[in-house]
């Protein structure tokens, strides 16, 4: 395939859908499958097909819509008219409305004006709920492949560096490091085998950004991935998912056999002398394999633990290879950044964290979902502009950014800007995306317990201050808990919490503490409730009534 | 494709283990496809066993002390029988905020199962995940391979029941260790 069989697709597959009145778009991503919109789906065609509207109608699976928590959603007419937990009853009611116009019943319509719609700006999330993740031309007909075609029919490698490092992207999966530098770094590591991996290892409990971007929009991700094979050197990748991810996974191998089918992967691609092949390899529940070394580690075959660097991966990575690592949000906003320049993509966000991020709002507020914002934003409108506040009137209590490596940033900050550094300043860090929001009815010492016995049980055991001292964290957080700590223990565990996250080898263990941490700063108060008055102010946990009686049991 | 493999026979005469077979084959028998492979098994019979994990490290020509270390290390492998039926509570951050832990207790009540045991007759399996990636429809659980989100006590106990049959006083045959 060359550029004007691209081209071809794309106004063809365009062609075909304007010969529609009517486009009705039924989610298919995992949230909305879960609740049955795959039997929407066949109810709006049948239904479609008894009316005879065939010509003038189509149905079409799509990625996902974001209001994950309203499923399933359908949408038509570009999305003006929006409906929510659809049933199979629904279907004629639906069409009824798309087609003649006539009110839907009222607990089946959104407003499509909503704040949680309209407050996005979408680049990475731009075709989803958009194109049926299942066809590739639908993708092409989406300007798919075009940034691609571009980089290796009309950009030298360093080049396509150059737009990426102008662009200020910076990595996706939560630290934040600057992604043209790693770009240039295994540019400019030999001429030998170098290896580009995907991390799909999403295992930050809380947040589905990436699951959702590879069931909505799986060629984007490979385009971004061979964009950056063409750049760095290298004509082998690697896609690392989770095997929690079935249809992500599903989705992906459809993806790559039509990319090879098509001449979009494999070699001479293009009809140039550029060869990229993509393989999938599947985690198998381990936290710690979103950590770069740790991941090479599990596709060498072996156990995944992580080992010192340096060296980093981009000199000495995969099979000891110059090996290029970034996330799938980050691979995801190539292809955008070629299309429209690195200068353009500048212009969004804050001075030093650019562009846009994805978040899973989940937790104790209104709309639950998937949002896309631009940096610089702040976390009070992400809550309660697009996030819709607080239900049942509660007060809001705590955000967590950052899932087990993060913290939780309390009311008070509510209006600093999302940003990597202003996160990282009130003790708590951007992560992969995950957000969840906290109200009066969670205690901050069970929160600070659940991510220390996650860390705890998904410490490797490489390294002792990560896996003994993750341990006596939760131990002591456990005994706070259920009421039977005292002054020293607090002291204890202040202390721990500095020696961990200086001492650990990997991430895991470096930021294990981050939780505990930014609980203690904020919320002291509640440990010492459960501490110095046996109680637990939001009702969680049950900590023995009267002290002193328990430690006279004791 | 360069070939590794070192010609044993399997462990029984299963026809499934041809499965297994084509997925070292397709990996030209290289030891870097071991956890490939280890997925291709656990799908096939439902969970890794001695015999299978020894067959593997022969045939790669990988120790069976890291094909051991390799499958005991990552917890989406497991070398316990499942139920007929399982169900999958998940205890990520947004289900856990949710309450995650009221459905294992309702789940209790109604199986007497805890986390990670099956009952006596085999019907039904317990386990909690990390996170499902259901955020959105928290607090959620997987019955069956089935994702289901908004969980409430009663829906889990309803699920339970159902999957138990008749059987009301299930017993409980392997305590395993917490997923």
């Not at chain 1, 099979?319 to 200068?343: H, K, M, Q, S, Y």
């Amino acid at each position: 395939m060359n550029q004007d069989d691209l081209a071809n697709i794309a106004v063809q597959t365009k062609q075909e859908e304007s010969r529609y009145d009517h486009v009705i778009k039924v989610c298919v991503a995992a949230g909305c499958l879960s609740a049955n919109s795959d039997q929407v789906k066949t109810q709006l065609e049948s239904e479609v097909k008894q009316r005879g509207l065939e010509s003038c109608c189509k149905v079409k699976g799509v990625g996902c819509m974001g209001l994950c928590a309203a499923g399933p959603l359908v949408a038509g007419e570009g999305n003006e008219k929006m409906f929510q937990n659809v049933t199979p009853a629904d279907a004629s009611a639906i069409l009824d409305s798309i087609v003649d116009n006539k009110p839907a019943p009222e607990n089946v319509v959104i407003d499509s004006h909503l704040d949680f719609f309209t407050g996005q700006k979408k680049i990475v999330l731009e075709n989803s709920g958009e194109i049926d993740p299942e066809r590739v031309e639908d993708y092409i007909a989406a300007d798919g492949y075009e940034a691609l075609f571009h980089c290796i029919t009309k950009l030298k490698p360093l080049g396509v560096v150059e737009q990426v490092t102008k662009s200020g992207l910076r990595g996706r999966g939560g630290a934040g490091f600057p992604t043209g530098l790693k770009w240039t770094t295994v540019y400019k590591a030999g001429t030998g085998q170098k290896y580009v991996i995907c991390n799909a290892d999403e295992g930050d409990p809380g947040a589905f950004m990436d699951r959702s971007v590879l069931e909505s929009d799986p060629h984007r991700v490979l385009e971004g991935m061979a964009i950056a094979g063409y750049a760095v050197g290298a004509n082998k990748g690697f896609i690392y998912c989770r095997a929690e991810y079935p249809l992500a996974v599903k989705r992906l191998r459809t993806a790559i056999r039509q990319a090879e089918s098509h001449g979009l992967l494999g070699n001479n691609i293009g009809e140039t002398h550029f060869d990229f092949k993509i393989e999938i390899r599947l985690g198998a529940g381990a936290f710690v394999c979103g950590e770069e070394t740790a991941l090479i580690a599990s596709i060498e075959g072996g156990r995944g633990t992580p080992r010192p660097r340096p060296p980093f991966p981009a000199q000495s990575g995969l099979w000891d290879c110059p090996t290029l690592i970034n996330n799938v949000e980050t691979f995801a906003n190539i292809p955008p950044i070629i299309r429209r320049g690195g200068e353009w993509y500048s212009t969004i966000g804050t001075e030093k964290s650019k562009g846009t991020k994805v978040f899973a709002l989940a937790g104790r507020v209104v709309n639950t979902g998937l949002i896309e914002v631009p940096m610089g934003i702040t976390l009070r409108e992400i809550i309660f502009k697009l996030g819709g506040g607080i239900p049942e009137g509660r007060r809001f209590k705590a955000v967590q950014s950052g899932g087990p490596s993060g913290g939780c940033v309390p009311e008070q900050y509510l209006d600093i800007p999302v940003d990597y550094d202003s996160l990282a300043s009130v003790g708590s860090i951007m992560g992969s995306g995950g957000m969840i929001v906290m109200d009066e009815t969670s205690c901050m010492v069970d929160v600070a317990k659940f991510f220390m016995d996650f860390c705890m049980s998904e410490s490797c055991g490489k390294c002792v201050p990560c896996r003994v001292g993750t341990t006596q964290m939760h131990n002591i957080l456990e005994r706070i808990s259920e009421g039977r700590a005292t002054q020293n223990d607090l002291e204890q565990l202040k202390e721990l919490t500095g020696m961990v996250k200086a001492a650990s080898l990997c991430g895991l263990g470096q930021t294990a503490p981050n939780p505990t941490l930014t609980t203690l700063r904020y919320f002291m108060d509640e440990y010492k409730a459960h501490i110095e008055e046996g109680r637990c102010p939001a009702g969680i946990c049950h900590p023995v009534k009267d002290k002193e009686e328990a430690e006279v049991g004791a | 494709m360069l070939t590794n493999a070192k010609v044993v026979s399997p462990p029984s005469d299963d026809k499934r283990w041809k499965i297994i077979d084509g997925t070292m084959r397709r990996h030209g028998h290289q030891p870097h496809s071991l956890i490939e492979v280890l997925h291709t098994m656990q799908e096939t019979f439902g969970f890794l066993t001695d015999d299978g994990l020894r067959y593997v490290a022969t045939s790669l020509r990988v120790p069976y002390s890291k094909v051991y270390g390799v499958a005991t290390f990552y917890h989406f492998f497991t070398m316990k029988p499942p139920g007929k039926h399982t169900c999958v509570v998940c205890t990520g951050t947004a289900c856990h905020i949710k309450g995650a832990n009221t459905l294992l207790a309702a789940v209790q009540e109604e199986s007497g199962l805890k986390a990670g045991e099956t009952t006596r007759d085999g019907s039904l399996s317990l386990l909690t995940a990390r996170c499902v990636g259901s955020c959105g429809l928290a607090p959620a659980a997987v019955f069956d391979g089935q994702v289901a989100g908004k969980i409430t006590t009663d829906s889990i106990k309803r699920r339970v029941r159902d999957f138990l049959g008749n059987e009301t006083d299930a017993e409980i045959l392997s305590v395993g260790e917490h997923q």
